[in-house]
């Protein structure tokens, strides 16, 4: 059975960094994190693929990381430069099916954490 339970979520100012956790059982092909605002609708940030293979939002390139230590059974989230507009409920996701041109649609993911609040005051 699947479980994800996310950890690390919390308040940074502007320009800060936090790392997000999920401690994961069961085996899935696709893991990543999704994000959601208030009043908008849920948005792919990002995605590991079994074999290694990560892809980011555009919003989010070249400020956050997704990793994972399989040892562990735990996927992360550093999130550096952090903006208001990052502000929102994080989730990590995760499915058995491979990551595919889709990755960003929340209906490929069949298992979803409880999630975890980033807030960035402006």
């Known amino acids: 059975q699947v479980q994800l339970v996310e950890s690390g979520g919390g308040s940074v100012q502007a320009g800060g960094s936090l790392s997000l956790s999920c401690a994961y059982s069961?085996?899935?092909?696709?893991k990543g994190w999704f994000r959601q605002a208030p009043g908008k609708e849920r948005e792919g940030v990002a995605v590991?693929?079994?074999?290694?293979?990560?892809t980011y939002a555009e919003s989010v390139k070249g400020r956050f990381t997704i990793s994972r230590n399989a040892a562990r059974n735990t996927l992360y989230l550093q999130m550096n430069t952090l903006k208001p507009e990052d502000t929102a409920m994080y989730y990590c996701?995760?499915?058995?099916?491979?990551?595919?041109?889709?990755?960003?649609?929340?209906?490929?993911?069949?298992?979803w954490g409880q999630g975890t609040q980033v807030t960035v005051p402006s």
């Open positions: 996701v995760a499915d058995e099916d491979f990551c595919g041109s889709r990755w960003w649609s929340d209906r490929e993911y069949t298992y």
């Open positions: 590991l693929g079994s074999g290694g293979r990560t």
């Open positions: 069961g085996y899935t092909n696709c």
